[in-house]
């Protein structure tokens, strides 16, 4: 059974709670009210699963703070990082996708905040407010793309140049800056990093050593910092 989050509704919870999250950008005052008084607040431990992979998917969740890692098993039984989603978006909107079950687990990779709506929700949501339907769509449009370039990358990239372009990724979506470069705010292991890149646990403790006596980047037991992101971006692209 999956470890879920301790809810609780609030007397009323704020509009300034969405001023930041992208899928309602288009909505006006009144309309994040109305759904904001629908809403539910869950917040869930580090490790704890949201939803997992087959179950109904009753509900549907926005992300305030923390991080979520989603994966999946392979036939084998193998976990697949599938992916990271930072706070400001959705996550469980198996809706969105025509589906009545969870197609992956997601993971709290840090303590995190979220609100909650039925899973029946996501209908009204997308008959009452155009808005959001177009936000949503472009943020389903870059997970998508990062799944298409993700395959790519595997099919024809060395694993030097998939790491790099994973690490640039992490950046991108969990990069904070710091006083010794850009820090991946988000605990990420050598592990993740190998199941996220298709490689081996050896392969990616070489590579970032290798990386560290070049000073491009400072890692740790769950820490990673980069501090030459430019050296990074032209191995990524095969130009060193």
Request: aromatic share 6%; proline share 4%; net charge neutral.
């Amino acid at each position: 059974m999956p470890t879920v989050g301790t809810a609780a509704r609030p007397p009323r919870l704020d509009e300034s709670l969405l001023d930041h999250a992208g899928p309602f950008a288009r909505l006006s005052q009144a309309e994040r009210r109305a759904v904001l008084d629908r809403a539910v607040s869950c917040r869930f431990e580090k490790g704890t699963q949201l939803f997992e992979e087959g179950a109904v998917a009753d509900r549907f969740y926005l992300l305030l703070d923390g991080f979520v890692r989603v994966v999946r098993l392979s036939e084998d039984g193998e976990q697949v990082i599938m992916l990271h989603v930072p706070s400001g978006q959705l996550i469980g909107i198996a809706r969105a996708f025509d589906r009545d079950d969870y197609p992956a687990t997601a993971v709290a990779v840090s303590e995190c905040v979220a609100l909650s709506w039925p899973a029946s929700f996501w209908d009204e949501l997308v008959e009452t407010y155009p808005g959001f339907v177009l936000e949503a769509m472009k943020s389903i449009g870059l997970r998508v793309k990062e799944f298409n370039d993700r395959v790519v990358e595997m099919a024809t990239l060395q694993v030097e140049q998939r790491v790099a372009h994973m690490v640039l990724r992490l950046v991108n979506q969990a990069g904070r800056k710091t006083a010794e470069g850009i820090e991946i705010v988000m605990p990420v292991t050598r592990q993740d990093l190998s199941e996220m890149t298709g490689s081996t646990l050896h392969t990616i403790s070489r590579l970032l050593s290798n990386w560290e006596r070049k000073g491009w980047v400072k890692s740790g037991r769950r820490r990673i910092i980069v501090k030459q992101a430019h050296q990074l971006v032209l191995l990524s692209e095969g130009r060193i």
